[in-house]
């Protein structure tokens, strides 16, 4: 019994010893940066929609349409990887609901998108006219873009590591301790919604006015930093 509790004794003692240590004091700080540039691409979603007596007339008539809006696009400078059909689409014309008679097809309609991708902007304002011009009934909106984002996207970056140092050495300052090295990153980026500017119209009054503005590029990185006492 006297070796047992003597054991048990030194077990106690040991035990404290081989205790893990505190974790180190850190400080986590989220950082964001933005830089604005000038987009250098455009992709438009454009495409026609007719209508038939039969389903075989409104898709006819749609080919045929949409054939030649292609033709003035291919004139108008744009390649054929620059076209892509994103949308097709054939449905029956329902009537007869407001009336409360029992609904019919009164004809078809045909639909056919395409994604257009502009790479000389200065020539957008044309394409969009050119396309309308041969017969593009709907247009469902531009997006503005970069053919190489790789440079903006590491400047927003670099922002970004910047604007989490500065907070984390406000807020360390303010405490009364100091910032040791930096323990974790991590980091994620994305584009910013368009900012409008001005265009001058009159350079392109055959066409339709479009304005490109600016793409911001956002970085945001969380930094874990050690505290230093």
């Given at each position: 019994?006297?070796?047992?509790?003597?054991?048990?004794?030194?077990?106690?003692f040991?035990?404290?010893?081989?205790?893990?240590?505190?974790?180190?004091?850190?400080?986590?700080v989220?950082?964001?940066?933005?830089?604005?540039?000038?987009?250098?691409?455009?992709?438009?979603?454009?495409?026609?929609?007719?209508?038939?007596?039969?389903a075989?007339?409104?898709?006819?008539?749609?080919?045929?349409?949409?054939?030649?809006?292609?033709?003035?696009?291919?004139?108008?400078?744009?390649?054929?990887?620059?076209?892509?059909?994103?949308?097709?689409?054939?449905?029956?014309?329902?009537?007869?609901?407001d009336?409360?008679?029992?609904?019919?097809?009164?004809?078809?309609?045909?639909?056919?998108?395409?994604?257009?991708?502009?790479?000389?902007?200065?020539?957008?304002?044309?394409?969009?006219?050119?396309?309308?011009?041969?017969?593009?009934?709907?247009?469902?909106?531009?997006?503005?873009?970069?053919?190489?984002?790789?440079?903006?996207?590491?400047?927003?970056r670099?922002?970004?590591?910047?604007?989490?140092?500065?907070?984390?050495?406000?807020?360390?300052?303010?405490?009364?301790?100091?910032?040791?090295k930096?323990?974790?990153?991590?980091?994620?980026a994305?584009?910013?919604?368009?900012?409008?500017?001005?265009r001058?119209?009159?350079?392109?009054?055959?066409?339709?006015?479009?304005?490109?503005?600016?793409?911001?590029?956002?970085?945001?990185?969380?930094?874990?930093?050690?505290?230093?006492?």
């Amino acid at each position: 019994m006297r070796v047992l509790n003597a054991l048990l004794l030194s077990a106690a003692f040991v035990l404290p010893i081989a205790a893990p240590a505190l974790a180190e004091n850190v400080i986590t700080v989220t950082g964001e940066g933005t830089v604005q540039v000038t987009p250098d691409m455009a992709t438009i979603s454009l495409g026609v929609t007719t209508d038939g007596s039969s389903a075989a007339e409104a898709m006819a008539a749609n080919s045929k349409a949409l054939q030649a809006v292609i033709d003035r696009l291919k004139s108008a400078g744009i390649e054929d990887r620059d076209l892509q059909t994103s949308n097709l689409s054939l449905n029956p014309n329902w009537v007869g609901y407001d009336a409360g008679q029992t609904p019919k097809i009164a004809g078809y309609v045909a639909s056919n998108m395409l994604s257009v991708r502009v790479r000389a902007l200065d020539t957008l304002g044309t394409v969009l006219d050119a396309s309308i011009t041969d017969g593009a009934n709907t247009l469902n909106g531009i997006t503005f873009d970069l053919a190489a984002p790789r440079p903006a996207q590491d400047e927003a970056r670099k922002a970004a590591v910047a604007d989490a140092k500065a907070r984390a050495e406000l807020l360390t300052t303010a405490a009364g301790v100091k910032l040791g090295k930096i323990e974790t990153i991590a980091e994620s980026a994305g584009y910013g919604a368009p900012m409008p500017m001005f265009r001058d119209e009159s350079k392109a009054a055959s066409a339709v006015p479009v304005a490109s503005g600016q793409i911001g590029m956002t970085a945001s990185v969380t930094i874990t930093y050690a505290i230093v006492e």
